[in-house]
């Protein structure tokens, strides 16, 4: 479960003096359902996620994963998460099976536990062809399951995605949004963000519109297929990001 | 702070140092292999390349001295000089190396010996030119002992001993033990190589963990997992003061072997022919790493905290880049004639290690300034390492875009 009360981050840029990053956002993920953060670049879907992740502080306001405050505990937090972003990258000089284990030791899995589990997740996703394979000599694929297996080793109950798929190809994208679809089947809480509208479409129980750090709308699709009168989600995200779009450029 | 955390993350942290062909350069190869090659290898090429030069006949042009024939026949008959004839651009002959040296006979210059007017005898030579030197240094040889002959001639003459002219000797004598003046000589060195090397061994890593964890992206993944910061820093920490003592312990083993193989090699004489033996005992060589220890952590935490504030490998070499400077700066200084330890010069880090060492290796030990000198570059490195963790609490450092 992920609770947000009023979360915000600012930011001291040089240039532009103070850059609201995230502006009062809140709202609840519930276990067994995946929520789809949805904004265009620089909307501040990566700040809301790090904040969760404990990685950033908030400036404002505080959310709770598993009833732990990620300003207070923020340890316990992200022993509650998997992590996985585009920007979370592998150590190249480690192989993937000495990648997971380091990440379970970190999460406080004992040797035993930990044996078990990675050969557990390493069998289901079919990594024992490379377990002994370099990071750096993996293939992108490869790449993208290990980095699973890191976020699963410590089988955690919250799951953060930040555009988890930008930037691959479709079979190593099809790879994550079914790794996604997993997660919510085993109850955990997902929260997932994208630009991409079909993905959103496919995957996210409940979808909240974020712009300009502010969270505009959220609900489920038939929710806001009804509440802005369209069927398709694009227009929907004209509809209510649009009107502020057209203001900010004016 | 968790230990076992800190030690899970060292433990990583070092699998992937020695798996790093940069980090593995700078921290082993080159503290092993630097000294061997710069001493022996250097001295030896020194060496055979003086020998052959010696070996050399110089080619020498007489100027003038058509109404000396005596000196001139003595010059000609010298097998040690090549006299070539008289060429008017004996200068550029010179400048040119097709001669190596000149002299230049002043006009009626045996006719002012008989009578007993002085006279100057010029060599002229290419300054900073070995072969030429030689062969300047050969005329200017000749010409003394050809003088020495005319004054005992003048002396005989009248009835005088050779003594007349040297009523008493002159002679230095050390009374150092041999060690003391090898470390007196050598100690500046060794505390410097030693201080750089510190360095140079910590600064690969301190970029790799830091910078080049951001570059490859790598800064977030570790965030995410539920170790504290405290004990991340700790544990790259940890892994960089490793690499810089390697590098220190290995630069000392290192020297010690060079310095005996010189030794056995005789290639290292003192200006009296008398072999500098470099007597690094045991002590010594504890003491020197023990002095090297706080320092060892004061460039692990600095090099770490600064190369944090890079986005990439490449810029954060060029911030340490200048950081190189401010700590050979010290550290040339010490070796510097006159820079003796004083109770201010204690409490200035990199300089205070240097010439603690250097007195050290010469077996001097005023533990008063030994002891100011641990604690001061502790307490150093102790701020450092302070800078270090709370560097890596701002977020406006670990993700400046």
Excluded at chain 1, 106 to 117: A, I, V, Y
Excluded at chain 1, 173 to 179: K, L, N
């Amino acid at each position: 479960m992920i609770e947000a009360r009023g979360l915000s981050k600012r930011f001291q840029d040089n240039k532009r003096g103070e850059i609201r990053a995230v502006d009062d956002v809140s709202f609840r993920c519930e276990p067994g359902r995946i929520y789809g953060l949805l904004g265009a670049n620089g909307a501040g879907k990566t700040t809301t996620l790090r904040i969760l992740a404990t990685i950033l502080e908030p400036s404002d306001g505080t959310a709770l994963v598993c009833g732990y405050d990620v300003v207070e505990e923020p340890e316990k937090v992200r022993a509650n998460v998997g992590f996985l972003s585009t920007a979370t990258a592998l150590y190249p000089r480690l192989t993937a099976q000495e990648l997971v284990e380091y990440f379970g030791r970190l999460n406080g899995l004992d040797e035993t536990t930990l044996k078990k589990r990675v050969d557990e997740i390493f069998n289901r996703l079919d990594m024992n062809g490379f377990r002994d394979r370099r990071c750096d000599k993996l293939s992108t694929g490869m790449k993208q399951k290990t980095s699973i297996a890191r976020t699963l080793v410590h089988d955690p109950p919250v799951m953060i995605f930040d555009e988890p798929t930008l930037g691959l190809d479709i079979m190593t994208a099809r790879t994550i949004t079914t790794f996604i679809r997993e997660c919510r089947d085993r109850g955990k809480t997902v929260i997932f963000s994208t630009h991409i509208m079909s993905e959103v479409e496919k995957l996210c129980d409940v979808i909240g519109i974020i712009h300009d750090g502010k969270l505009l709308t959220e609900g489920t699709l038939g929710e806001l297929r009804e509440r802005y009168a369209e069927q398709d989600l694009e227009e929907i995200f004209v509809k209510v990001v649009g009107p502020l779009q057209a203001k900010a450029e004016a | 702070m968790n230990l076992n955390a800190v030690g899970i993350v060292y433990r990583k942290e070092f699998t992937e140092w020695v798996r790093d062909r940069r980090t593995l350069i700078s921290t082993v190869l080159v503290p092993l292999f630097l000294f061997p090659l710069m001493m022996v290898g250097f001295s030896a090429l020194a060496v055979v390349m003086v020998g052959k030069a010696e070996k050399e006949t110089p080619k020498i042009m007489i100027l003038g001295g058509e109404d000396s024939p005596q000196l001139i026949a003595s010059i000609k008959k010298l097998d040690s000089l090549e006299i070539v004839p008289y060429a008017a651009n004996w200068k550029d002959e010179i400048s040119n190396k097709d001669i190596r040296a000149a002299v230049e006979i002043p006009k009626g210059f045996e006719k002012s010996l008989e009578t007993g007017q002085s006279e100057t005898v010029k060599i002229y030579f290419y300054d900073g030119e070995m072969k030429s030197s030689f062969g300047a240094n050969r005329l200017e040889k000749f010409l003394k002992d050809y003088r020495d002959t005319v004054v005992k001639d003048r002396l005989a003459v009248k009835n005088l001993p050779a003594s007349v002219l040297s009523p008493f000797a002159i002679k230095q004598e050390n009374v150092a033990p041999p060690e003391k003046v090898s470390g007196a000589t050598f100690g500046s060195f060794i505390g410097y190589t030693v201080i750089i090397l510190c360095m140079t061994g910590a600064m690969y890593p301190a970029i790799d963990l830091t910078a080049g964890e951001k570059e490859r992206g790598t800064m977030e993944t570790i965030l995410s997992s539920p170790i504290s910061r405290m004990d991340l820093v700790l544990g790259k920490f940890l892994l960089v003061f490793s690499a810089s003592l390697a590098t220190a312990i290995l630069s000392v083993i290192s020297m010690g072997t060079s310095f005996a193989i010189l030794g056995h090699t005789n290639l290292m004489n003192s200006s009296g022919g008398q072999t500098l033996a470099l007597n690094l005992g045991l002590l010594s060589v504890v003491s020197v790493f023990v002095m090297a220890l706080p320092l060892a952590f004061l460039f692990s935490a600095v090099l770490m905290t600064i190369a944090l504030f890079a986005k990439s490998y490449k810029e954060a070499q060029s911030y340490l880049t200048p950081m190189t400077f401010v700590i050979v700066i010290p550290a040339v200084a010490s070796i510097m004639p006159g820079v003796e330890l004083t109770p201010k010069l204690a409490l200035i880090p990199v300089l205070n290690t240097s010439l603690v060492c250097k007195e050290i290796i010469s077996g001097t030990y005023h533990w008063n300034s030994i002891a100011l000198i641990f604690a001061s570059t502790c307490v150093y490195a102790g701020v450092a390492l302070f800078l270090a963790f709370k560097t890596f609490q701002r977020e406006s450092v670990l993700f400046r875009s």
